[in-house]
Antibody, heavy 120, light 109 residues
Framework: QVQLAQSGAEVKKPGSSVKVSCKAS????????VIWVRQAPGQGLEWMGR????????TYAQKFQGRVTITADKSATTAYMELSSLRSEDTAVYYC?????????????WGKGTTVTVSS | DIQMTQSPSTLSASVGDRVSITCRAS??????LAWYQQKPGKAPKLLIY???TLESGVPSRFSGSGSGTEFTLTISSLQPDDFATYYC???????????FGGGTKVEIK
């Protein structure tokens, strides 16, 4: 059974960048997508983007275009999400998840989340 | 972008109750809808995909129905472990974006 391990909590200054990793164990991301979703405190779920590691082809939500970069390594076991020009509103828990589907995806395996706090 | 509207936003119920949550899409998504359960401090958990297919290991008291623009998640007999927040998510096949509903918190009455 695939499990996703995310990197640890981060505290960042406004204007800086953060890079969160998501490593698969017990399998790879081959034939799946890796989806990034965030959740601000007390709020709902928000899709940020995805990558198909096999193709190393990312797609981003319009809201984050230009600020987010999603990558995956050649082994298709680790994906990364980098968010730049951080502001206080980016304080959230960031989740990676395995996307199952063809053209679009639902998420059947989730990481435990990475808390990112943006504060001066 | 496709908007997803969930109702109610909060639902108070008792153990044993039958409860239903509705999710409406701003345009047809056929059956490309998933439901998730989330407990405080935890990642979401997939319950149902393709509107009505139960994920492996999910209790049969959970069921999903609907197609097009209107969908329902039903819990046939609410159990103590079911008090949580539920989200719908569309994953239509004609545009790459995903969108979630705003969530429904199921509380103890």
């Amino acid at each position: 059974q695939v499990q996703l391990a995310q990197s640890g909590a981060e505290v960042k200054k406004p204007g800086s960048s953060v890079k969160v990793s998501c490593k698969a164990s017990g399998g790879t991301f081959n034939n799946f997508a890796v989806i990034w979703v965030r959740q601000a405190p007390g709020q709902g779920l928000e899709w940020m983007g995805r990558i198909i590691p096999f193709l190393r082809l990312p797609t981003y939500a319009q809201k984050f275009q230009g600020r987010v970069t999603i990558t995956a390594d050649k082994s298709a076991t680790t994906a990364y999400m980098e968010l730049s020009s951080l502001r206080s509103e980016d304080t959230a828990v960031y989740y990676c998840a395995r996307g199952t589907g063809t053209i679009n995806y639902y998420m059947d395996v989730w990481g435990k989340g990475t808390t990112v706090t943006v504060s001066s | 972008d496709i908007q997803m509207t969930q109702s109610p936003s909060t639902l108070s119920a008792s153990v044993g109750d039958r409860v239903s949550i509705t999710c409406r899409a701003s345009q047809s998504i056929s059956g490309w809808l998933a439901w998730y359960q989330q407990k405080p401090g935890k990642a979401p958990k997939l319950l149902i995909y393709k509107a009505s297919t139960l994920e492996s290991g999910v209790p049969s008291r959970f069921s999903g129905s609907g197609s097009g623009t209107e969908f329902t998640l039903t819990i046939s007999s609410l159990q103590p472990d079911d008090f949580a927040t539920y989200y719908c998510q569309q994953y239509n096949t004609y545009s790459p974006g995903l969108t979630f509903g705003g969530g429904t918190k199921v509380e103890i009455k």
